[in-house]
């Protein structure tokens, strides 16, 4: 079975500083998505950037970036420039792409960001 | 707006107290989904319909039954509430299908349950 693991339940940065989410994911599957979602308190859940597992390139979105090592099974969340409104837990997701319509998304335990002015 | 919408946001049950919650996408998606959120457990999927007329359990359906009423429709009903069922529901949907559909998530805001 699929796994995903955030070793972080709590973080936070200074306004305008660069942080990092860690995630890490145990699967035996070769294709698979990779997401992070956003959750403010409105409890919304939000995406903020999808990986393809066959994609070396990692994606970006903005201030967001992640750092994708397919071999090491990690997939980091890179926020830069950080503002008040990224304040929000953060979970990392996967999706195997085997089995069609009943893929589901695993999520990790999320991870508390804090944005300090 | 375009969307999955829950029902209700907020309910208090009394243990033994039976309901329903209501989720409802109108972006034509196939596959439909029930998650729990839980402080420090992350999202937890308790079942899942992968099209109309069909309905599968997740990780944690002990406690629900789940009715695919139409392709919109996406009920999860509480027979008999007990409080370890306090939690934070989520419905989502997805519009993929077939073998190696990325499909984007829609997931609607969440019905907050306490049962006491």
């Known amino acids: 079975a699929q796994t995903v693991t955030q070793s972080q339940p709590e973080m936070s940065v200074q306004e305008a500083e660069t942080v990092t989410l860690s995630c890490t994911y145990d699967t035996s599957e070769s294709d698979y998505y990779l997401f992070w979602y956003k959750q403010p308190p409105s409890r919304q859940m939000i995406l903020v950037i999808r990986?393809?597992?066959?994609?070396?390139q990692n994606a970006t979105e903005n201030r967001f970036s992640v750092n994708f090592q397919k071999a090491a099974k990690s997939f980091s969340l890179k926020i830069s420039d950080s503002q008040l409104g990224d304040a929000a837990m953060y979970f990392c997701?996967?999706?195997?792409?085997?089995?069609?319509?009943?893929?589901?998304?695993?999520f990790g335990t999320g991870t508390l960001l804090a944005v300090q002015p | 707006n375009a969307g999955v919408t829950q029902t209700p946001k907020f309910q208090v049950l009394k243990t033994g107290q039976s309901m329903t919650l209501q989720c409802a996408q109108d972006m034509n998606h196939n596959s439909m989904y029930w998650y729990r959120q839980d402080p420090g457990m992350g999202l937890r999927l308790i079942y899942y319909?992968?099209?109309?007329?069909?309905?599968d359990k997740g990780e944690v359906p002990n406690g629900y039954n789940v009715s695919r009423l139409n392709k919109r429709e996406f009920s999860l009903r509480l027979e008999s509430a007990a409080p370890s069922q306090t939690s934070v529901y989520f419905c989502?949907?997805?519009?993929?299908?077939?073998?190696?559909?990325?499909?984007?998530?829609?997931f609607g805001s969440g019905t907050r349950l306490t049962v006491v």
């Open positions: 989502a949907s997805r519009a993929g299908q077939g073998f190696g559909s990325v499909g984007g998530y829609t």
């Open positions: 319909s992968a099209s109309e007329g069909t309905t």
């Open positions: 997701a996967y999706r195997g792409n085997y089995g069609g319509a009943t893929n589901k998304l695993i």
């Open positions: 990986q393809e597992a066959y994609k070396q």
